[in-house]
């Protein structure tokens, strides 16, 4: 069982930069790989970034490339989506998900998941 919890959503201007935090608590985190995922209204579950918490091994799909960057403090089993050059599009729910064993894209794949933030953007 992985245990996850967001923080760091808000409200944010156009341009403007953000850090989110997920801290996660199980014995099976240092052989996780975390992703975050995002949901705006309407829309299904995309696949910002994910990381391995063992190597750091980080993957991005060819969409998120740029302004996303995704890294992990083993130490305090956390895992950070830097955001930077925030854009109203980018408003969602911002999900953190654990899966068992590798980097995997689909949501469905992962089997942990962590309650959310809202991140908000402004014009």
């Known amino acids: 069982q992985v245990t996850l919890v967001e923080s760091g959503g808000g409200l944010v201007q156009a341009g403007g930069s953000l850090r989110l935090s997920c801290a996660a608590s199980?014995?099976?985190?240092?052989?996780?790989?975390l992703g975050w995922f995002r949901q705006a209204p309407g829309k299904g579950r995309e696949l910002i970034a994910a990381i391995t918490m063992s190597r750091g091994s980080a993957y991005y799909p060819d969409s998120m490339k740029g302004r996303f960057t995704i890294s992990r403090d083993n130490a305090k089993n956390t895992v950070y989506l830097q955001m930077n050059s925030l854009k109203p599009e980018d408003t969602a729910v911002y999900y953190c998900?654990?899966?068992?064993?590798?980097?995997?894209?689909?949501?469905?794949?992962?089997?942990?998941w962590g309650k959310g933030t809202l991140v908000t953007v402004s014009s």
């Open positions: 199980g014995h099976t985190v240092s052989d996780s790989a």
């Open positions: 998900a654990a899966r068992a064993e590798g980097i995997s894209t689909p949501s469905w794949t992962y089997q942990y």
